[in-house]
């Protein structure tokens, strides 16, 4: 038996709850862990609040990470015993995720946890900074330098946001940063390493197809329309890394700043990344991410208080990230 968040959904309402299951009612795959941490992102609150359609199937164990020890394994790559981590692969979408005390999942999808980091601090990094390693690292493919000129972070308050900051800090980078709570979050942005700090509404209007060139390059959390102001705004042959939608799927751009800019859009999946390139990225964390990030704002939760956090999330009442001790209590 093993505790869980379960959602289930009855007339079309999602709800939330801590419940006991049987181990046999875990889904398929070759590799059962026992959970230490999982992390809650925007994407389980929509999940558990219901206002998204992220969850396939009901009922479904939420969590779109964790972090853990091998409890058993047909996978020639792990053994009982083994630190790894999970992001992505619909875990918590699609397949039980990690909001549990157990989860069992295909050992393709896990990667070693990266020596030098807990299995706590690697959710504290989690899929937001996992997926803001492979955005920087993407600009870094597309040719944005330092010297190039600086480099904007939408939704710069978020999880993705926050790690995005610091990264490009921890690379020399100068960082604009854009929130939509710019007194609550600017004076933590700069501790992150901003050195401006924007309102979000400069970015939320319709603009021009083409604007004053203000940045070398951005990654971009939110899309929609803010994506759209800001290819507007980088400089010729600079690079974008979108990551989010946020602010919705659709484009409202032209191709202006793609013909007359030469300016990139780079999509940045952190699903199905590739086990090399998930690999190098974690590595990468450890080596960039400054021991100062791990004291900077995190809400470790119980299990218990999951739902709650994900409210708190939805009405954007949270910065940092939040991390769930799976056997902390409350």
């Known amino acids: 038996m093993f505790n869980a968040l379960v959602l289930e959904q009855h007339e079309k309402q999602t709800f939330a709850k801590i419940t006991s299951l049987d181990d046999d009612l875990l889904p398929d795959g070759n590799v059962t862990?026992?959970?230490?941490?999982?992390?809650?992102?925007?994407?389980?609150?929509?999940a558990i609040t219901g206002k998204g359609k992220i969850v396939r199937q009901f009922p479904m164990v939420p969590g779109i990470d964790f972090a853990g020890t091998v409890a058993d394994s047909q996978h020639p790559d792990y053994q009982p015993g083994d630190k790894v981590v999970l992001t992505g692969w619909g875990v918590g979408e699609a397949h039980w995720g990690g909001?549990?005390?157990?989860?069992?999942?295909?050992?393709?999808w896990l990667v070693p946890l990266p020596e030098g980091l807990s299995?706590?601090?690697?959710?504290?990094?989690?899929?937001?900074?996992?997926?803001?390693?492979?955005?920087?690292?993407?600009?870094?493919?597309?040719?944005?330098?330092?010297?190039?000129?600086?480099?904007?972070?939408?939704?710069?308050?978020?999880?993705?946001?926050?790690?995005?900051?610091?990264?490009?800090?921890?690379?020399?980078?100068?960082?604009?940063?854009?929130?939509?709570?710019l007194e609550d979050n600017q004076a933590w942005l700069k501790q992150l390493g901003a050195d401006e700090v924007l309102p979000r509404e400069s970015f939320s209007a319709p603009g021009r197809p083409l604007d004053k060139?203000?940045?070398?390059?951005?990654?971009?959390?939110?899309?929609?329309?803010?994506?759209?102001?800001?290819?507007?705004?980088?400089?010729y042959g600079g690079t974008v890394a979108a990551c989010g939608l946020a602010g919705g799927f659709d484009l409202p751009a032209t191709v202006m700043p793609f013909i007359l800019r030469n300016v990139r859009l780079q999509g940045v999946d952190s699903v199905s990344c590739p086990k090399a390139q998930r690999q190098a990225a974690w590595q990468s964390l450890t080596k960039l991410l400054p021991a100062s990030y791990f004291e900077q704002a995190c809400h470790t939760i119980a299990l218990a208080q999951t739902p709650e956090y994900a409210n708190k999330i939805i009405?954007?009442?949270?910065?940092?990230?939040?991390?769930?001790?799976i056997a902390y209590q409350g």
């Not at 009405?315 to 001790?325: F, P, T, Y």
């Open 33 to 46: 862990v026992d959970v230490d941490f999982s992390s809650l992102n925007y994407k389980d609150g929509l």
């Open 119 to 181: 299995a706590q601090q690697a959710m504290m990094v989690g899929t937001a900074g996992f997926t803001a390693m492979l955005c920087v690292q993407a600009l870094i493919d597309g040719g944005v330098k330092p010297e190039d000129g600086p480099v904007l972070v939408t939704g710069a308050s978020g999880g993705v946001g926050s790690v995005a900051v610091t990264l490009l800090h921890a690379l020399g980078y100068r960082v604009s940063a854009v929130t939509g709570r």
């Open 315 to 325: 009405q954007g009442e949270v910065k940092g990230r939040v991390v769930i001790d």
């Open 99 to 108: 909001m549990a005390e157990k989860a069992r999942v295909n050992g393709d």
């Open 213 to 235: 060139q203000q940045w070398a390059g951005a990654i971009d959390t939110v899309g929609s329309q803010m994506l759209a102001n800001v290819l507007s705004q980088i400089h």
